[in-house]
């Protein structure tokens, strides 16, 4: 609910600022949308799926984990008696060790779109000066330009938060994949 919460304000910020940039200068306006949108899409495309798969993966290895913590516990009497025992933790940590992998996989996801919404906002920008340069006089440009930074400025924390909180989303959802199935089963 926090994540779609945060995805609601930001998007409402995104259209308020997006509509201020169409009053100032429509056509950079569109130029720098594209840059930015494309960029925005591709990243989505790159981390939506792998997200879903690393939260049923995860889900997954956790509930492996914890039956064989079970079943090392159901044994007790056995495993020590035949000394069994490194092969109940050599299987735990195994299964632990690829959680842990998979959660620093999920928790690194969303934070890697920073680099590429940054990249993508200096890109726009470079764009938008380049054609004002081009297009206007010096003042007029570096006015719009100074505008688009700023606008830049403050879009790409909302763009990057709205991309982590669909992440979060979609690992969230192939996490509770499996129990939603059960559930619907039952």
Known sequence: ??????????????IFVLA????????MTIVATLVVGAMAWVLH???TNRSK??????????IASRESLIDALTAFR?????????HYQAKFAASRSEI?????ESTFMPYMGKYVIESSIIIAAFLVAGAQFVLTDAINAITT????????SRLA???????????????SWGIAESTLTLIEEL
């Open 53 to 62: 798969v690393l939260g049923s993966k995860y889900a997954g290895l956790d």
């Open 100 to 104: 842990s992998k998979a959660l620093a």
């Open 1 to 14: 609910i926090g994540s779609s919460v945060t995805l609601l304000a930001d998007l409402t910020l995104l």
């Open 145 to 152: 330009l100074s505008i688009f930074i700023a606008a830049g």
């Open 20 to 27: 201020a940039l169409v009053y100032v200068n429509l056509p």
């Open 45 to 47: 495309r790159l981390t």
């Open 78 to 86: 056995e495993i020590s008696s035949k000394s069994r025992a490194s």
């Open 157 to 171: 924390p909302a763009v990057l938060r709205i991309q982590q909180g669909i992440v979060g989303l979609n690992n």
